[in-house]
């Protein structure tokens, strides 16, 4: 089993920039697609990027392509997700996820595929 911990949350404020980090543990996640979600309050988790287990495959939802860059570091078992340019809409709680199979080339944003979960790390953005 894999636990999954989200940190690097927090108040920030419109047009400012925060990287959230997700650190695994258990074993090792580097054979994994990862991806990262969110869920304001009162609406459905909804997908924000993902990264392929190599690392040289990104996909990102319309909303933050251009602002979030996923990425990671699989000799840190971590996987992070710098957002640049935040505004009111990307308040939220985060959480990044696993991909139920391995060696995943190009990542999906359903949530199904995904069976490893984080706690989460709340994201406020102030305007």
């Known amino acids: 089993q894999v636990q999954l911990v989200e940190s690097g949350g927090g108040l920030v404020q419109a047009g400012g920039s925060l990287r959230l980090s997700c650190a695994a543990s258990?074993?090792?996640?580097?054979?994994?697609?990862m991806g990262w979600f969110r869920q304001a309050p009162g609406k459905e988790r909804e997908f924000v990027a993902a990264?392929?287990?190599?690392?040289?495959?990104?996909s990102y939802a319309d909303s933050v392509k251009g602002r979030f860059t996923i990425s990671r570091d699989n000799a840190k078992n971590t996987v992070y997700l710098q957002m640049n340019s935040l505004n009111s809409e990307d308040t939220a709680v985060y959480y990044c996820?696993?991909?139920?199979?391995?060696?995943?080339?190009?990542?999906?944003?359903?949530?199904?595929?995904?069976?490893?979960w984080g706690q989460g790390t709340q994201v406020t953005v102030s305007s």
């Open positions: 990264i392929s287990w190599s690392g040289g495959t990104a």
């Open positions: 258990g074993r090792t996640i580097s054979m994994y697609a």
């Open positions: 996820a696993q991909d139920r199979f391995g060696f995943t080339y190009q990542p999906t944003g359903a949530p199904d595929r995904y069976n490893y």
